[in-house]
C-alpha cells in the first residue's frame, strides 16, 4: 500500500508542477515561497488521505477526481483527461478507431446493436439490428456501462475479440470472432435530397475529417441537382476549430473574418479568416441549430449569420465560446480555458456561467432581448442579439412529443416491436420487407397488443394517445422508423423521422428568405469583382 501510494503523490505532484508549468504559459507563475508551500504540504495531505482508503477503491480514479474538482474553480469547460478520455480525443480527433464497426444502445437494460456500419467486419459477419451482446471475450456485459462496452470492443488493428450474440428467434447465443479493423467516424451522419432542389447534410461534430465530408457530400448533392442547402448543426457539441475554419470557408469567400479570440496574453489573441480553399457551396443556405448547438456549431452559424450568408432557424444556441488550449502531461491532458471566442461582428459567443446549475441547465440562456450596452450588426446592417450564444434569425421551438408517445420512446417499444416483426423475415430479404412495409391498421393491432403484454404504457395514457390525432400519427411514424432501420439503415430510418421535424419544415417554408439573402449576397459582391476588373 506504502509503495502504491507513493506513485500516486508522484503523480499529484507532477500534476501540480505541471499546471505550474502551464500557468507560466498565461503569465500566472507564483515566486511566493508560502504558496509552493502549501502545494507540497497537500501533495502529503492527499498521500496520507490515500493510505486510509479501502483497497477496493483505485487511488488513481479518486486522484483524478479531486483534480476535476480543482478545475471547477475555474470555470464550467476547463477539465482534466484521464488516459482513457484523452485516448478517445485523440481518435475522435483523428475521425477513426479500430474496432468492428457497430451502433450500439441500451434497450431494456441490455446492450443492443441498433446496425452494423455498412462495409465493416460487422456488416460482413452478418450482425443484425436487435442482437443482444451478452458477452465480449467470455465477460458478462450485465454490469457494463456503453463506455465499458466500447473499451472491450475496440482495440488493435487486426486483433479478434469474441462476441456472444442473443438473436431473437434463436434458441441458443451466437459465438461470433471479429477481426478489428479501421473504422471511420463520419461526422456527416446524413445527407440526401429533401425535395427537388434542396439538399440536407446533417453534421453531428467537427473533426478532422469534417471539411472533407462536408465538401463531398455538397459535391455528390450538387450531381443531384441541389440549389439550395440546409445545412443541420443541432445538437452539434462542437469539436475543432481547425475543422469549423474549413466548414465555414465552404459557404463565406476567401478572406472573410470567421473567430476572433481574445484571452489575457497576447498570444491568446487570434484572427481566424476564410481561407478560400476546397469546394465552395455557391447558393441559397439555411442553418439549423439549437439549445445543443455549441462552440465550432456557433463558431459557423455566427459566422454566416453576421456576414449574411445564410439564414439561421431553430433555436437560441448554447453558449459555449470558451477557447480550451489542451496540454499533455505524460499520456493525460489538462484543457484549460485560454481566451474567448467572437463572431465576426463582435458578439461574445460565451454565455454567462457565475451560476453553475443554471449554466448547465440552460436556465440562464439568451431570451430574447440583447443587453442594451450590446449592439451588432450584420455585414449589411441588420440588428443581431449579443448576450451568449446565437439567436437565431427565425426562432422556432421543437415539438414536443405528447407523454404517452415519449415514455414509449423512452421504454424502445418502437425498436422491439421492429425487432418482433422481423424475427422471422430471413436478413436477405430485409431490403424488400423494408420497402414494402406500411403501418395498416393491423400492424396497429398488434403493436397495441405488444404494449399490452409487455405493459409498457399506462392504460389511460395509451387511451389518450389513440384519441390524439398528431400522437397517432407520431406512432405511426416512429414505428416505421425503426423497421426502415433495422431493413434499409439509418439513414431511411431517418429520411422517415424528417417528415415530422417541424424546425426542418420551417427551414424549407422560410427557404425563399434565404433565397433573397443569397442574391443579395450575389449583388453585394459582384461590385467590387467588376471595379476589380475594370482597373
Given at each position: 500500500?506504502?509503495?502504491?501510494?507513493?506513485?500516486?503523490?508522484l503523480?499529484?505532484?507532477?500534476?501540480?508542477?505541471?499546471g505550474?508549468l502551464?500557468?507560466?504559459?498565461?503569465g500566472?507563475?507564483?515566486?511566493n515561497?508560502?504558496?509552493q508551500?502549501?502545494v507540497?504540504?497537500?501533495?502529503?495531505?492527499?498521500?496520507t488521505?490515500?493510505?486510509?482508503?479501502?483497497?477496493?477503491e483505485?487511488?488513481?480514479?479518486?486522484v483524478?477526481?479531486?483534480?476535476?474538482?480543482?478545475?471547477?474553480?475555474?470555470?464550467?469547460?476547463?477539465n482534466?483527461?484521464d488516459?482513457?478520455?484523452?485516448?478517445?480525443?485523440?481518435a475522435?480527433?483523428?475521425?477513426?478507431f479500430f474496432?468492428?464497426g457497430?451502433?450500439?444502445?441500451?434497450?431494456?437494460?441490455?446492450?443492443?446493436?441498433l446496425?452494423?456500419?455498412?462495409?465493416?467486419p460487422a456488416?460482413k459477419?452478418g450482425?443484425?439490428?436487435?442482437?443482444?451482446?451478452s458477452?465480449?471475450?467470455?465477460?458478462?456485459?450485465?454490469?457494463?456501462?456503453?463506455?465499458?462496452v466500447?473499451?472491450?470492443?475496440?482495440?488493435?488493428?487486426?486483433?479478434v475479440?469474441?462476441l456472444?450474440?442473443?438473436?431473437?428467434g434463436l434458441s441458443?447465443?451466437?459465438?461470433?470472432?471479429?477481426t478489428?479493423?479501421?473504422?471511420?467516424?463520419?461526422?456527416?451522419?446524413?445527407?440526401?435530397?429533401?425535395?427537388?432542389?434542396?439538399g440536407?447534410?446533417?453534421?453531428?461534430?467537427?473533426?478532422?475529417?469534417?471539411?472533407?465530408?462536408?465538401?463531398?457530400?455538397?459535391?455528390e448533392?450538387?450531381?443531384?441537382?441541389?440549389?439550395?442547402l440546409?445545412?443541420?448543426?443541432?445538437?452539434?457539441?462542437?469539436?475543432?476549430l481547425?475543422?469549423?475554419?474549413?466548414?465555414?470557408?465552404?459557404f463565406?469567400r476567401?478572406?472573410?473574418?470567421i473567430?476572433?479570440?481574445?484571452?489575457?496574453?497576447?498570444?491568446?489573441?487570434?484572427t481566424?479568416k476564410?481561407?478560400?480553399t476546397?469546394i465552395?457551396?455557391?447558393?441559397?443556405?439555411?442553418?439549423l441549430?439549437?439549445?445543443?448547438?455549441?462552440?465550432?456549431?456557433?463558431?459557423?452559424?455566427?459566422?454566416?449569420?453576421?456576414?449574411?450568408?445564410?439564414?439561421?432557424?431553430?433555436?437560441v444556441?448554447?453558449?459555449k465560446?470558451?477557447?480550451?488550449?489542451?496540454?499533455?502531461?505524460?499520456d493525460?491532458?489538462?484543457?484549460l480555458?485560454?481566451?474567448?471566442?467572437?463572431?465576426?461582428s463582435?458578439?461574445?459567443?460565451q454565455?454567462?456561467y457565475h451560476s453553475?446549475?443554471e449554466y448547465?441547465?440552460?436556465?440562464?440562456?439568451?431570451?430574447?432581448?440583447?443587453?442594451?450596452t450590446?449592439?451588432?450588426?450584420?455585414?449589411?446592417?441588420?440588428?443581431?442579439?449579443?448576450?451568449?450564444?446565437?439567436?437565431?434569425?427565425i426562432?422556432?421551438?421543437?415539438?414536443?412529443?405528447?407523454?404517452?408517445?415519449?415514455?414509449?420512446?423512452g421504454?424502445?417499444a418502437?425498436?422491439q416491436?421492429?425487432?418482433?416483426?422481423?424475427e422471422?423475415?430471413?436478413?436477405?430479404?430485409?431490403?424488400?420487407?423494408?420497402?414494402a412495409?406500411?403501418?395498416?391498421?393491423?400492424?396497429?393491432?398488434?403493436?397495441?397488443?405488444?404494449v399490452?403484454?409487455?405493459k409498457?404504457?399506462?392504460?389511460?395514457?395509451?387511451?389518450?394517445v389513440?384519441?390524439?390525432?398528431?400522437?397517432?400519427?407520431?406512432?405511426?411514424r416512429?414505428?416505421?422508423?425503426?423497421?426502415?432501420n433495422?431493413?434499409?439503415?439509418?439513414?431511411?430510418?431517418?429520411?422517415?423521422?424528417?417528415?415530422?421535424?417541424?424546425?426542418i419544415?420551417?427551414?424549407?417554408?422560410?427557404m425563399p428568405?434565404?433565397?433573397?439573402?443569397?442574391n443579395?449576397?450575389?449583388?453585394?459582391?459582384?461590385?467590387?469583382?467588376k471595379?476589380a476588373a475594370?482597373?
Amino acid at each position: 500500500m506504502h509503495v502504491r501510494t507513493r506513485s500516486i503523490v508522484l503523480i499529484v505532484i507532477g500534476f501540480l508542477a505541471s499546471g505550474a508549468l502551464a500557468g507560466s504559459l498565461f503569465g500566472q507563475r507564483t515566486h511566493n515561497a508560502d504558496e509552493q508551500s502549501i502545494v507540497m504540504r497537500s501533495a502529503r495531505i492527499v498521500s496520507t488521505m490515500l493510505e486510509w482508503l479501502p483497497n477496493k477503491e483505485k487511488p488513481s480514479s479518486l486522484v483524478y477526481a479531486g483534480i476535476d474538482g480543482m478545475l471547477e474553480k475555474l470555470d464550467p469547460h476547463s477539465n482534466f483527461l484521464d488516459p482513457a478520455a484523452f485516448a478517445k480525443m485523440k481518435a475522435r480527433q483523428r475521425g477513426s478507431f479500430f474496432g468492428v464497426g457497430i451502433i450500439i444502445s441500451m434497450r431494456g437494460g441490455k446492450v443492443t446493436v441498433l446496425a452494423p456500419i455498412a462495409g465493416t467486419p460487422a456488416a460482413k459477419i452478418g450482425l443484425r439490428a436487435g442482437d443482444v451482446i451478452s458477452a465480449i471475450d467470455g465477460q458478462s456485459t450485465a454490469k457494463m456501462t456503453l463506455d465499458d462496452v466500447l473499451d472491450h470492443v475496440r482495440g488493435p488493428e487486426g486483433t479478434v475479440v469474441k462476441l456472444t450474440i442473443v438473436r431473437p428467434g434463436l434458441s441458443q447465443p451466437l459465438e461470433v470472432s471479429i477481426t478489428r479493423a479501421r473504422i471511420p467516424t463520419n461526422s456527416v451522419r446524413f445527407a440526401f435530397m429533401l425535395r427537388p432542389g434542396v439538399g440536407y447534410i446533417r453534421l453531428t461534430e467537427f473533426s478532422a475529417t469534417s471539411s472533407r465530408e462536408v465538401h463531398q457530400k455538397i459535391h455528390e448533392l450538387e450531381t443531384q441537382g441541389m440549389r439550395s442547402l440546409i445545412f443541420d448543426l443541432r445538437n452539434n457539441p462542437g469539436g475543432s476549430l481547425d475543422a469549423a475554419v474549413g466548414v465555414s470557408d465552404t459557404f463565406l469567400r476567401k478572406g472573410q473574418l470567421i473567430v476572433f479570440t481574445r484571452g489575457r496574453t497576447k498570444d491568446s489573441n487570434m484572427t481566424f479568416k476564410a481561407p478560400g480553399t476546397g469546394i465552395h457551396f455557391n447558393g441559397p443556405l439555411v442553418v439549423l441549430v439549437n439549445t445543443g448547438s455549441a462552440s465550432a456549431s456557433e463558431i459557423v452559424s455566427g459566422a454566416i449569420q453576421d456576414h449574411d450568408r445564410g439564414l439561421l432557424v431553430g433555436d437560441v444556441t448554447w453558449g459555449k465560446g470558451l477557447v480550451q488550449t489542451v496540454f499533455t502531461i505524460r499520456d493525460t491532458g489538462l484543457a484549460l480555458t485560454t481566451a474567448r471566442y467572437y463572431t465576426p461582428s463582435g458578439r461574445c459567443i460565451q454565455r454567462d456561467y457565475h451560476s453553475y446549475i443554471e449554466y448547465i441547465t440552460h436556465q440562464n440562456a439568451n431570451t430574447g432581448a440583447a443587453p442594451a450596452t450590446a449592439k451588432y450588426h450584420t455585414d449589411d446592417g441588420r440588428p443581431v442579439r449579443g448576450g451568449g450564444g446565437i439567436t437565431p434569425d427565425i426562432e422556432v421551438k421543437a415539438r414536443q412529443l405528447d407523454e404517452g408517445v415519449a415514455q414509449l420512446y423512452g421504454r424502445s417499444a418502437f425498436f422491439q416491436f421492429a425487432i418482433e416483426l422481423l424475427e422471422n423475415v430471413p436478413q436477405a430479404n430485409y431490403p424488400q420487407f423494408g420497402r414494402a412495409f406500411a403501418v395498416t391498421p393491423g400492424v396497429l393491432t398488434r403493436f397495441w397488443t405488444f404494449v399490452e403484454k409487455k405493459k409498457l404504457l399506462d392504460p389511460d395514457l395509451q387511451a389518450k394517445v389513440k384519441r390524439n390525432p398528431e400522437a397517432m400519427s407520431d406512432l405511426r411514424r416512429a414505428i416505421k422508423i425503426e423497421v426502415l432501420n433495422s431493413t434499409l439503415g439509418l439513414e431511411a430510418g431517418y429520411r422517415e423521422m424528417v417528415t415530422g421535424d417541424n424546425q426542418i419544415a420551417a427551414a424549407l417554408r422560410h427557404m425563399p428568405d434565404a433565397v433573397k439573402m443569397w442574391n443579395a449576397w450575389q449583388k453585394r459582391w459582384a461590385a467590387p469583382a467588376k471595379a476589380a476588373a475594370s482597373n
